[in-house]
């Protein structure tokens, strides 16, 4: 077997591990102290802290970054001495252009903010604003430097760093609220983030220049005789993904513009609330193996070595066959869990109101919601230009369905009409992805969608019936805690017994997602 052929069918299983590690910690550290943060913030300040400011930030973050990290992912950086520097040199050049864009971006997002909601520089709300939009600036001052270290896979870093990062936003953020009580929240929330940016950047700035094989100059690599000497290829396939970004953006974060828009710091706070709850296994689980998956794929699909067609396919169905069996797992279980997990984490006051709802159709939205990230990370992996300009007019058309279903769907079920409406965008996804695919491997056996289905999903159909009878039958919400033993013993009985048939009927399948190699970074 070919180096090459080694390479490819290791990298997935090495890269998803260390990136599952980055998003346990960096996702679990604040799971933790969102359960505290809930219980000592009004509804109002809540909204502030997990919907509003985060989306600003995320916004700016996004559209200045996102286009840059895709595109220089399928560069190359040789590890052959000389050429290394130079081509790290030749990304770098592209890199660094997340900071003007992202320096207009953030200034315009500032200003866009204080006129849209008539704010004076001496609000509070205000100061906040201008305070992240500090701390993004900061956090792309790294930006180049990220880029460079995940094409090296330097994944290690970025578990660290990353870490580092969350504790500190969340240790600045609880000493805030616990000692400086009298303090505005939202320049609480705004500090806490500076603290994260501070982090990032001392940590990869840190290590490249005290630990890396890179001199000042190739980190920042312009000088007056050459300042327009650049890969203009990389550059033009970074501006094609900035522009699907803004799309993408429309997608990903539309319910929480149309959210901040048209509805009460209420319902902003019961959907801050469920997205950060149930989107936890997506953000721990589905966001790294979609990094993974699409690093992989863009690899493979750029190399040659023997049986190429094959080996992407097989990927791929191992990939999809992964994230749907975690997401019908989900779907079987979460539902009639969902009241009793909102009550346990947050209390009484959020479980009988909307949020326990509102994570259960969630829990159906995730299995849709893990299908799209893995399908378009193999169209974005592998996809031509003109494939990825034909791919970027179909997001805009998916934009403005997915933006008009959200304002009808708000208005007639509030945060659940919002899941509802994420839910019909994905599926449009989902059927423009598989389109894709059936092209790629038409006239080829290499793949089958009906090999991406687990065996023994029917029986994770019959738990779901069960553990919703159970939840009907024994839970009652007076008496809690006595009657949530026997329901949750139900489920766990159905969870075992699920898990040994699923085991059984794909032995060979879960022996290789267990069985990572070891390597060095």
């Given at each position: ?72 992912m399928r560069a190359d950086i040789k590890c052959d001495g000389a050429s290394r520097e130079e081509n790290a040199a030749k990304l770098l050049k592209v890199a660094w252009l997340t900071l003007p864009l992202g320096i207009f971006i953030t200034i315009g997002a500032c200003f866009f903010v204080l006129w849209w909601q008539g704010l004076s520089y001496s609000n509070p709300y205000a100061q906040a604003i201008f305070i992240n939009g500090f701390a993004c600036v900061l956090e792309l001052l790294a930006e180049p430097l ?376």
């Open positions: 077997m070919s180096r090459a052929l080694v390479d490819h069918s290791t990298s997935l299983s090495r890269t998803f591990k260390y990136l599952l590690a980055t998003q346990f910690l960096s996702r679990g550290i604040p799971f933790v102290f969102n359960s505290w943060i809930v219980r000592h913030l009004t509804e109002a300040d809540y909204a502030i802290y997990a919907v509003q400011f985060h989306l600003f930030v995320t916004c700016v973050l996004f559209l200045s970054r996102e286009g840059f990290r895709r595109a220089c990220y880029i460079l270290s995940q094409n090296l896979l330097l994944l290690r870093l970025r578990l660290v760093v990353e870490t580092v990062a969350t504790f500190s936003r969340c240790f600045t953020m609880c000493i805030l609220i616990v000692k400086q009580y009298e303090m505005e929240k939202g320049i609480v929330f705004a500090l806490s983030q500076v603290a994260y940016a501070a982090s990032l950047f001392l940590g990869y700035w840190g290590y490249f220049l005290l630990f890396g094989a890179f001199k000042t100059s190739d980190l920042f690599p312009f000088r007056l005789g050459n300042m327009m000497s650049y890969d203009k290829q990389l550059a033009n396939m970074c501006t094609l993904f900035t522009f699907q970004s803004f799309r993408k953006l429309l997608l990903q974060e539309g319910e929480k513009m149309v959210l901040v828009w048209l509805d009460t710091p209420y319902n902003q706070a019961v959907y801050g609330l469920v997205d950060k709850l149930g989107s936890l296994v997506v953000r721990m689980v589905f966001l790294p193996f979609e990094e993974s998956s699409y690093a992989t794929f863009a690899r493979s699909a750029s190399g040659h070595y023997p049986q190429k067609s094959k080996k992407i396919g097989n990927s791929l169905a191992e990939a999809l066959k992964l994230v749907l069996l975690i997401g019908l797992v989900f779907m079987a279980f979460g539902p009639s869990y969902s009241y009793s997990l909102v009550r346990l984490l947050y209390g009484q006051k959020w479980s009988d109101g909307e949020a326990s709802t509102a994570l259960r159709y969630y829990c159906l939205y995730v299995v849709v919601l893990a299908m799209n990230g893995t399908s378009e990370a193999f169209l974005h992996g592998v996809a031509t230009e003109d494939q990825l300009k034909r791919s970027n007019d179909s997001l805009l058309v998916f934009s403005v369905i997915y933006i008009v279903m959200n304002v009808i769907l708000i208005q007639s079920a509030g945060s659940v009409g919002l899941i509802l409406a994420n839910s019909l965008n994905m599926i449009l996804r989902i059927i423009y992805s598989a389109i894709f695919i059936k092209h790629y491997f038409q006239g080829s056996t290499s793949f089958s969608f009906r090999s991406c289905l687990p065996s023994g999903w029917p029986i994770l159909l019959v738990s779901g019936v069960t553990t919703l009878f159970s939840e009907r039958i024994f839970l009652d919400r007076q008496d809690f805690w006595a009657t949530f033993l026997i329901h949750f013993s139900v489920g766990l009985t159905c969870f075992c017994i699920s898990s040994i048939v699923i085991y059984r009927r794909e032995r060979s399948f879960i022996y290789k997602i267990i069985r990572f190699r070891d390597h060095k970074d």
